[in-house]
């Protein structure tokens, strides 16, 4: 007959115990894991439509953004937060694309070297006022923009006049500007009372 001897290993005895987590524990791990890597997903598609996306979300970030990349003589971003209107004022004739826009303004500005540098600019916001169609402010601002846009009233719902500050290295200038609201996105049209 064999005989089965215990061992005693006092450093087993030592060591961490595992423990079980309960059924329902893991299902509510499991479901917050699931659901904050669900958030973010939907974060990161909504900043990527975002920037793929041309114009602004607000009215006083399409003029910022324009007015940055017009001191910095950056074509890019001026096309991207223009209205057709002020396209059509950047090119001098109606007769244009954002293609020929670019490269009529990268040739515009091909020996010109920005005065200032990016973070050398900085914009204030005073006030933002938001008109929809059927107001007589709407009416006024539209009736300029229809002056180069045919039928510039069909898509644009509402416009915005925004008051900002921009200061330019020791430079400050204060002015009015129209934006447009074209879809859900906002559009430099012109500077203006």
């Known amino acids: 007959m064999r005989r089965e001897i215990d061992i005693y290993d006092p450093i087993e005895d030592k060591l961490p115990q595992k423990t079980q987590l309960s059924p329902k524990l893991k299902k509510l791990l499991i479901y917050s894991g699931c659901a904050i890597v669900g958030i973010v997903i939907a974060f990161l598609i909504i900043y990527a439509v975002d920037l793929m996306v041309i114009g602004a979300p607000t009215a006083p970030e399409a003029i910022a953004e324009y007015e940055k990349a017009a001191i910095l003589y950056d074509a890019d971003n001026m096309i991207e937060y223009s209205s057709d209107y002020n396209k059509i004022v950047l090119y001098g004739n109606r ?46 601002i539209m009736d300029k923009y229809c002056q180069k846009i045919e039928n510039g009233r069909d898509n644009i719902d509402t416009v915005a006049i925004v008051k900002m500050r921009i200061i330019k290295g020791g430079d400050d200038t204060t002015r009015n500007y129209i934006a447009v609201k074209s879809g859900s996105r906002w559009f430099f049209a012109y500077a203006g009372s």
């Open 95 to 140: 007769e244009t694309s954002d293609r020929l826009l670019e490269s009529y303004l990268n040739k515009a500005y091909a020996d010109n070297e920005p005065q200032y540098k990016a973070d050398e600019i900085s914009f204030q916001l005073i006030s933002s006022l938001e008109y929809e169609k059927g107001s007589k402010k709407y009416e006024e």
